[in-house]
């Protein structure tokens, strides 16, 4: 005869059964920069496939300057080591020194806009001058878009990792691993835009 206490156990042993389930919430997102990234990538191939078919006059395409676009390269690849360290910082439970590092993080990210801004301001050519112009301020503009919402993301997880009482914990690093994801892939997006449209 089964007795009270065996039976509590075995309904206990079924309810955690139960409430288990898989974290997915990292492969969704995954998901989504995938399809982000293939949107990036149909921006890519038109712009090269239009250079290629259709050259437009010796005038009409301008030689860019590299030093703005290479300074923001630097502070992109700077600002996502800056993130890890975050990141590395929250799994030892260190607060203090994962709020510095992700503050740090969101002003580089910050450098980089006004940096893109200063380089808008100062090319020789407008948004409908023709269509190279228009590629181009679609690439970086849609991109600039990213680091933005990426600026905005890590702000409120450096806000929700203060201490005491802060959301985002050692035991609760989803919302940090998320955002470090999307801003490396931010951050990997550029160094590819940043080849095609200046470099190449």
């Keep these: 005869m089964t007795t009270l206490p065996q039976i509590d156990q075995d309904q206990e042993v079924r309810t955690s059964q139960e409430e288990h389930h898989e974290d997915f919430r990292m492969f969704g997102l995954a998901t989504f920069l995938i399809a982000d990234g293939m949107t990036f990538a149909g921006f890519f191939a ?3 496939t239009y250079k290629a078919v259709n050259p437009l006059l010796p005038d ?3 030689e860019l300057e590299l030093p703005l676009p290479t300074l ?3 502070l992109l690849l700077v600002s996502s080591a800056t993130f890890h360290k975050a990141g590395t910082a929250l799994k030892i ?3 203090k020194n994962c709020r510095k590092w992700l503050l740090i993080t969101a002003l580089l990210g910050l450098a980089f806009l006004i940096s893109q801004m200063v380089e808008y301001f100062t090319l020789p050519f407008g948004l409908t001058d023709n269509l190279y ?3 181009f301020y679609a690439l970086t ?3 600039g878009l990213h680091v933005t919402l990426g600026a905005l993301m890590i702000s409120i997880i450096w806000w929700q990792t203060r ?3 802060g959301r985002v914990n050692s035991h609760n ?3 940090l691993e998320a955002t470090e994801l999307y801003w490396h892939f931010v951050d990997g997006i550029w160094v590819i835009l940043f080849i095609i449209l200046y470099l190449l």
């Design 141 to 143: 503009g849609f991109h």
């Design 93 to 95: 439970d260190d607060s």
């Design 163 to 165: 201490s005491p009482g």
């Design 46 to 48: 038109a712009y090269l």
């Design 72 to 74: 923001n390269t630097i």
């Design 60 to 62: 009409a395409v301008y």
């Design 173 to 175: 690093q989803f919302p």
């Design 133 to 135: 112009a228009s590629t």
